[in-house]
C-alpha cells in the first residue's frame, strides 16, 4: 500500500496513511462493539461458569489472547451495556474506540449515557478521565468498610510503615506484640537478672532501649524488638510449612476404615471437601479407626521442597487452560493419595485454589499423566488453552472512517461536568 503512495509530498503522503488509519480504527471500534455484544451475551446468560473460567474477563482474555486490562475493559463495557446504549452504540458504528467507551463504564455514574456520548466524540480517553473525575460523585458505598492499609516511606536511613486497621485486628494486633514483647522480656531476664530499671509499664515506646548496660548484654526488648520478633516467628513458621503456603492450621480427623473425615471440632466433611482438602496436604491429619486415633502426620504423601521446586519448574501456573494464575498454588493429586496415587512428579500438578476446588466439586474434570493433562468443563469437552481467533472469512464491518478525537486541547474552564438527576421531591 505504502510503495504507491511514497512518490507523495510528506503531507499527502501523512494524509494518505491517516486515511487508512481512520477506515482501519472505524472497523477495529465496530468489531470490538461486536465482541462487546458477544461477551455481554455471555454474561446475561450466564455462561461464562460452564467454561471453568474464573470470571467473564478472565474468559475474554483465555479466548481472545488479549491482555487481562483489555479484557477487563471488554468486560466492564458489557456488564454495563443497558446503561449505556448510547455509547455502545457509537462503539458498534466505529465512532468511539474501545478504550473510549470503557473509561466511561468504568467510573461515569448511572445516566449520563447521553452526556459522555457527546463528550466522547471530540474527546481523549485521557480527557474523558478528567471529565469523569470532575463529575461530583455520590457515595458509592454508605457504609465503606474502614479501609485497612500498610504504606511505606523509604527513607535516607530509616523506612517508615504506616499500618491502619480497623479495631478488631488493632486488638489482635496490640495482643500479639504484648505478648511477644513479654516473652522476650521474660528470656532477657532469665539470661541477664532481673535488675532493669523502669521496665515494667510495659508501654514500650522506642526510647526504652537503655544504654548504660555497656555493650554487653543485649539490650532490653522493646516494642520494635516484639514486632521483629512477630516477623521472625512468622517467617519460621512460613519456611518450616512450605510448600504449604495455603491454609495454614486445617486440622481433619480421617476414618481409615471408612473413609470419612471431619473438621477438627466441626462438622463431617462432604467427599468433595475431603477430598479437596487431603489432596495437597496441606492440613494436618489424623488418622482413626473406630474413633480411636491411631497415627497423624503427613508421612506418606509430603511433598518435599524438592518436590514442590520441580513442580513449580514445570508447570510454572495453574494447569488449567486459560488460567495462568501463579500464586497461592495447589499441589493436586491426579489420582489421590486415599486412592493408593503417589506423591510423584507424574501424579502431581499445580492448580489454583479456584480450580482446585472447582475440579473436587465436578464442575471441571482433569485426567493425567501430568504430562498428557486433558482438562474438560462439566460435559466432558476439552478446554483449549489459547485463543479463538483465525483468519476472518468475512468482509470487516462497513462502516464509516473514524478520524478519531479532535484532540484539542481541553478548557476545563468551560467545561460542565455531568450532573445527576436530583431524586424526585418526596412529599411528606
Ligand atoms: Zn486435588
Ligand atoms: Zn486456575
Redesign the pocket.
Known amino acids: 500500500m505504502s510503495s504507491t503512495a511514497t512518490s507523495l509530498a510528506p503531507k499527502e503522503h501523512v494524509g494518505v496513511l491517516f486515511e487508512q488509519l481512520a477506515e482501519l480504527t472505524g472497523q477495529r471500534n465496530a468489531i470490538d462493539g461486536r465482541i462487546v455484544d458477544i461477551v455481554a451475551q455471555m454474561e446475561h446468560d450466564d455462561l461464562a461458569g460452564m467454561t471453568g473460567a474464573?470470571s467473564i474477563a478472565a474468559l475474554v482474555a483465555w479466548k481472545t489472547a488479549v491482555s487481562p486490562h483489555n479484557a477487563q475493559t471488554i468486560a466492564t463495557i458489557a456488564h454495563r451495556i443497558a446503561e449505556f446504549p448510547r455509547c455502545t452504540e457509537l462503539l458498534r458504528e466505529g465512532h468511539l474506540s474501545l478504550d473510549q467507551v470503557g473509561v466511561i463504564a468504568e467510573r461515569a455514574a448511572a445516566g449520563s449515557d447521553e452526556h459522555y456520548a457527546e463528550l466522547a466524540a471530540v474527546a481523549t480517553v485521557t480527557q474523558l478521565r478528567t471529565a469523569i473525575a470532575l463529575a461530583p460523585r455520590p457515595d458509592p458505598d454508605p457504609t465503606p468498610e474502614p479501609e485497612r492499609s500498610i504504606s511505606k516511606t523509604v527513607g535516607e536511613k530509616y523506612t517508615t510503615w504506616r499500618i491502619r486497621l480497623p479495631r478488631l485486628e488493632a486488638a489482635r494486633f496490640d495482643a500479639a506484640l504484648a505478648s511477644q514483647r513479654d516473652a522476650q522480656i521474660t528470656a532477657w531476664r532469665h539470661d541477664h537478672g532481673d535488675d532493669h530499671p523502669g521496665d515494667g509499664d510495659g508501654d514500650g515506646d522506642a526510647s526504652d532501649h537503655d544504654e548504660g548496660d555497656s555493650g554487653r548484654t543485649p539490650p532490653f526488648p522493646n516494642t520494635v524488638d516484639a514486632f521483629m520478633g512477630l516477623v521472625d516467628a512468622g517467617w519460621d513458621a512460613e519456611a518450616a510449612r512450605r510448600p504449604h503456603g495455603q491454609h495454614t492450621t486445617v486440622v481433619v480427623h480421617l476414618d481409615v476404615a471408612q473413609s470419612l473425615a471431619s473438621l477438627h471440632l466441626g462438622p463431617l466433611l462432604s467427599e468433595h471437601d475431603r477430598k479437596y482438602l487431603l489432596c495437597d496436604a496441606t492440613c494436618e491429619v489424623w488418622f482413626e479407626r473406630h474413633g480411636q486415633v491411631i497415627g497423624s502426620g503427613r508421612a506418606t504423601r509430603t511433598i518435599s521442597r524438592r518436590l514442590r521446586r520441580a513442580l513449580e519448574h514445570r508447570d510454572r501456573?495453574?494447569?488449567?487452560p486459560g488460567?495462568?494464575?501463579t500464586r497461592g498454588l495447589h499441589a493436586h493429586h491426579l489420582r489421590h493419595w486415599e486412592d493408593g496415587g503417589p506423591t510423584e512428579l507424574d501424579n502431581l500438578i499445580l492448580?489454583?485454589p479456584?480450580?482446585?476446588r472447582q475440579h473436587h466439586r465436578g464442575a471441571i474434570t482433569i485426567t493425567g499423566p501430568a504430562d498428557h493433562l486433558v482438562v474438560t468443563d462439566a460435559d466432558g469437552i476439552p478446554l483449549d488453552p489459547g485463543s479463538l481467533a483465525r483468519a476472518p472469512t468475512q468482509p470487516p464491518p462497513a462502516v464509516t472512517p473514524c478520524p478519531g478525537p479532535t484532540g484539542e486541547r481541553a478548557d476545563w474552564w468551560w467545561y460542565q461536568p455531568f450532573e445527576p438527576n436530583p431524586p424526585p421531591p418526596s412529599d411528606d
Open positions: 474464573r501456573c495453574c494447569a488449567v488460567c495462568g494464575a492448580l489454583c479456584y480450580h482446585h
